[in-house]
């Protein structure tokens, strides 16, 4: 953001601006049999998801940049005639450059932040910043070198220190910042420095070359996130002499400056939601649309990803051997509450593996619509893939997998079918539309389009318009598998996972169930 000092004597230069700116629900604890509720089809999950996320990448080409004058003048009219004043605009920055930070870096991966903050504007919206990092989950620390006695700035310090955010000296960091540090926000000049930063920025910000040098070599994971401007660089013509501060994110306020088109990193967002469009159409701007309620929108395509690199480090609860059910079942039917309480979509989707006789593996998801003491019930043609892979091979295997609890269960035993009078009884339960549907698909044939299938619905809609009672096809109906295994996986740190396998055991002429820890 901008980076002045408004009538603070110091040893910058600067223009006088501001810059930028029914399983139903039972008795857990027993093996009586219990249905599941109808729940939306499993494929459907994340297309709002994805949709938000296209909508907002923004091609860099088509976004305008602004000059240093231009961003200048704008911040003279929105402290002017528009009405803002610098702590509306560095509230503003500030949360965008927080929740920008956000999208890209967990709390759980990337917890703590040191914010190096200037004395100017720049330095407001980084303070402004780590109180909002705080209330998302994250542990911000702040460098705050060269103070300034206005109003505005003690107010955001009190602020922090209200909530023990803690303060380092200069003296007080490591030599090598990413040994303590997983983010680091340049907040240091805005857009309206010029000249050689002095001390003690100058060794600051080599402090933060330094770091992109030791990643390298080191594959550290410590990121540098610069506010509008990457401290250092000019503000048209970026990093002159190739030596500067090479950020893995750059939050442009307002509008992207010049510079920015020389940013290589990863991940260019675009905050500062406060833009007119008075000054829209004065300037000219295209800028993107921000997607709901967002103060923030990214600029350009995602980064390729490094897909070795993709990893979670799970916290959870330990899973020990004397905290179990002793029946799997039961134990399953408790982490299944738990998943149905936590409100995770499709609790009752698992992956069903089979193999036939050619001993090539195939696995689909599908839902599990009923369980009691004797297995795991699900429904489907008797003519698919599937099907015809249990008749060759009466074996399988089942995978639930919560992934807000950091939890998978895998399930392997005998299938057999149910009887006639249970898969006509769930058929009948099911909309009518699901009903006509299992109908009209032959599943796992070759259809020569999409519109065959809606004409024969459509007519077989008509067909049963009178009918009360839709007549359940022959070649569909129920498996239900018989586990003699079961393996229950809750996520930990360092991948050290708790894994707690059942399987049946005599014990004095007692069938039992056996548990045992298996390595991670």
């Known amino acids: 953001m901008f980076a002045l000092f408004h009538g603070h004597k110091c040893f910058f230069h600067f223009h006088a601006s501001r810059s930028h700116y029914s399983l139903s629900k039972n008795a857990w604890g027993s093996t009586c049999p219990i249905s599941l509720p109808a729940i939306r089809s499993f494929a459907s999950i994340s297309f709002v998801k994805a949709t938000r996320v296209m909508q907002s990448m923004t091609s860099p080409e088509s976004i305008s940049y602004l000059t240093q004058r231009d961003a200048a003048e704008i ?255 039961d134990q399953f039917l408790k982490w299944f509450d738990d998943a149905v309480a936590a409100g995770l979509k499709e609790p009752n989707a698992m992956c069903l593996s089979t193999v036939g006789k050619d001993g090539k593996p195939s696995s689909r998801m599908v839902l599990l619509k009923g369980v009691d003491k004797d297995g795991f019930v699900w429904y489907t043609n008797y003519e698919s893939r599937k099907a015809q892979q249990l008749l060759e091979n009466p074996r399988a295997s089942l995978l639930f997998y919560w992934d807000g609890l950091h939890r998978q269960v895998r399930v392997e035993g005998s299938v057999q079918k149910v009887s006639d009078e249970e898969s006509e009884q769930y058929f009948h339960s099911r909309p009518r539309g699901s009903q006509i549907g299992a109908i009209v698909s032959k599943q796992s044939t070759i259809v020569p389009g999409r519109h065959v299938i809606h004409q024969q619905f459509k007519e077989l809609e008509e067909k049963f318009s009178d009918v009360d009672l839709i007549p359940k096809p022959k070649a569909w109906g129920g498996y239900k598998l018989k586990p003699d295994l079961f393996e229950f996986w809750q996520g930990q740190k360092s991948r050290l996972h708790d894994r707690l396998q059942y399987t049946p055991q005599e014990i004095n002429g007692k069938q039992v169930w056996g548990i045992v820890r298996l390595a991670p």
């Open 75 to 329: 911040d003279e009219i929105l402290m002017g005639p528009l009405g803002f004043s610098v702590d509306q605009l560095m509230e503003l920055a500030g949360l965008s450059v927080a929740t920008s930070i956000a999208e890209v870096y967990k709390p759980s991966e990337y917890n703590r932040v040191l914010a190096i903050c200037g004395p100017g504007n720049n330095g407001g919206d980084g303070l402004v910043a780590a109180r909002h990092l705080h209330h998302f989950g994250y542990k911000p620390f702040v460098c705050y070198p060269k103070r300034t006695a206005k109003p505005l700035f003690t107010g955001l310090v009190t602020q922090l220190e209200s909530l023990a955010v803690p303060f380092l000296t200069v003296g007080d960091l490591p030599s090598e910042l990413s040994k303590d540090f997983d983010v680091l926000v340049d907040a240091m000049f805005g857009f309206s420095f010029h000249g050689s930063p002095r001390p003690p920025f100058d060794d600051l910000i080599q402090k933060l070359v330094n770091l992109h040098k030791y990643n390298q070599t080191r594959q550290k994971s410590s990121v540098i996130v610069s506010v509008d401007i990457p401290s250092g660089w000019h503000v048209e013509e970026g990093d002159v002499a190739g030596e500067g501060i090479k950020p893995h994110m750059l939050v442009s306020l307002t509008a992207p400056k010049l510079c920015a088109k020389k940013f290589s990193g990863p991940h260019h967002f675009l905050g500062g939601r406060f833009v007119p469009p008075s000054i829209v159409e004065k300037y000219k701007l295209h800028l993107p649309q921000y997607p709901g309620a967002s103060m923030c929108v990214q600029i350009g395509k995602p980064p390729q990803i490094d897909i070795s690199a993709l990893r979670e480090n799970y916290i959870s609860p330990e899973f020990l051997e004397d905290q179990v059910e002793a029946n799997p079942i």
